[in-house]
């Protein structure tokens, strides 16, 4: 896969920042706001890229052409690197909450 340039500021980015099951940062990414919306990512996308990883939490940060965030995200994955629960916070306060697991 080709390598993305980083960006120098928080101007049109992604911080994505990935945890174990302990709370331990095990990953951090910083993508053009760009790539992110138009690219395929492991982290983001990959079961087993987490499963193998041992990711159990990702947050995501997205900042605009200002550098202002207007959204942070958090997704929550069982051992096995599937998607449990997501939760996004916008910029204006609004709370969305989507649990994936089966039945619920």
């Given amino acids: ?7 120098r ?3 049109d980015q992604a911080v ?3 945890f174990d099951a302990a709370g331990v940062r095990v ?3 910083v993508l053009a706001i760009h790539d992110y919306y138009d690219d395929v990512h492991n982290l983001i996308d990959s079961d087993a890229y987490r499963a193998h990883r041992k990711i159990r939490r990702i947050r ?3 900042f605009d052409g200002h550098g202002q ?3 942070y995200w958090e997704n929550f994955y069982s051992a ?3 998607l449990t629960l997501s939760r996004v916070t916008h910029s ?4 969305e909450e989507q649990d994936h697991r089966a039945g619920r």
């Fill in 1 to 7: 896969m080709k390598r993305k340039r980083r960006p």
């Fill in 9 to 11: 500021s928080k101007t």
């Fill in 16 to 18: 994505l920042t990935a």
């Fill in 27 to 29: 990953r951090r990414q």
């Fill in 60 to 62: 995501g940060e997205l």
């Fill in 69 to 71: 965030r207007y959204q």
């Fill in 80 to 82: 096995r690197g599937r």
């Fill in 92 to 95: 204006d306060g609004s709370i």
